[in-house]
């Protein structure tokens, strides 16, 4: 199973961008799907997952970023607005389907002040 996330790029400060994983098989196919995100010389964080109908957040990005899943591009999708820049970081995604998990190779995002 492989995951490929796009989207990332050079954003300024209280700017959007969109983040897309796309998998190798059905994105609905995944117990869980989540994006992570790792700053320079920090440990990688959970930023967002949804399983099912549920979505749950990091706090320091809930009321800014929304994760969803599209079933037309079969993508898992991150909108990221009023980003700021300790936002800045490479972002993977990764699926779970029961014991097993995937990930993609990341996007970088960098957000300008």
């Known amino acids: 199973v492989q995951l490929q996330a796009s989207g990332g790029g050079l954003v300024q400060a209280g700017g959007s961008l969109r983040l897309s994983c796309l998998p190798s098989?059905?994105?609905?196919?995944?117990?869980?799907v989540g994006w992570y995100r790792q700053a320079p010389g920090k440990a990688r964080e959970l930023v967002a997952w949804?399983?099912?109908?549920?979505?749950n957040y990091a706090d320091f990005v809930r009321g800014r970023f929304t994760i969803s899943r599209d079933k037309a591009k079969n993508t898992a999708d991150l909108q990221m607005n009023s980003l700021e820049p300790e936002d800045t970081g490479v972002y993977s995604c990764?699926?779970?389907?029961?014991?097993?998990?995937?990930w993609g190779q990341g996007t970088l995002v960098t957000v300008s002040s």
């Open positions: 098989r059905s994105i609905f196919s995944f117990n869980a």
């Open positions: 990764n699926g779970r389907i029961g014991w097993d998990s995937y």
């Open positions: 949804i399983s099912g109908g549920s979505t």
